[in-house]
């Protein structure tokens, strides 16, 4: 089952984001085979990070709560709310992912 990530961070997490990423994406390749999508939501002109948007396959809510108290940025505090949430992907991506 594929599980969303809705992350939002907390005000003024800019530099813990930016100390605490290179941990972040090795995480993140560790699991790298099942993430449906993954990346930040940033403000509309795209510069600055304000969460992150995740949808990774995992056996059981469980499991994918498991993997975000372990997460990081979780661990390091950055975000103000987290939210898990199953998904169904009932429509192929055409737009926003590149080539």
Not at 7 to 23: I, S, T, Y
């Amino acid at each position: 089952m594929i599980y969303t990530f809705i992350l939002m961070d907390k005000p003024g997490g800019a530099e813990l984001r930016q100390r605490v990423r290179p941990e972040h994406k090795a995480y993140l390749a560790a699991v790298a085979d099942r993430i449906a999508f993954a990346g930040p939501f940033t403000t509309d002109d795209g510069q600055q990070m304000l969460g992150s948007l995740l949808a990774i396959d995992f056996p059981s809510r469980e499991a994918a709560q498991a993997w975000l108290a372990a997460e990081p940025f979780t661990r390091a505090g950055l975000y103000a709310s987290s939210s898990v949430h199953a998904f169904s992907n009932l429509w192929p991506q055409k737009a926003g992912f590149p080539p």
